[in-house]
């Protein structure tokens, strides 16, 4: 006896990149608010919110990561030039 499962994408990425899950999930709040979804598809766009919700927070991560290497990377040589400058003066 085999369990039909439901049709899932496991661990995909949901879109190509953050501007299309951030206009994708404004499409699917918007058909939510107008409460003209029926309840099946109301849980399916809330699922489907869930997942661009989850796939934006993470690359928000990852991009904040990125941004503080860089930061530390370009931030030492500065504060560096800064105290050169002020022990001349």
Known sequence: ??????KKTPSEPP?????EAM???EQLVAKMESGEL???ASLAAYQRG???VKYCAAQLDRVEKQ??????EMLRPLEADSDDEEGDE
Do not use: I
């Open 38 to 40: 029926p309840l099946e």
């Open 50 to 52: 869930s997942e661009l």
């Open 67 to 72: 941004v503080r290497v860089l930061e530390g």
């Open 15 to 19: 879109v190509a990149s953050f501007e």
């Open 23 to 25: 206009d994708e999930l």
């Open 1 to 6: 006896m085999t369990h039909a499962m439901p």
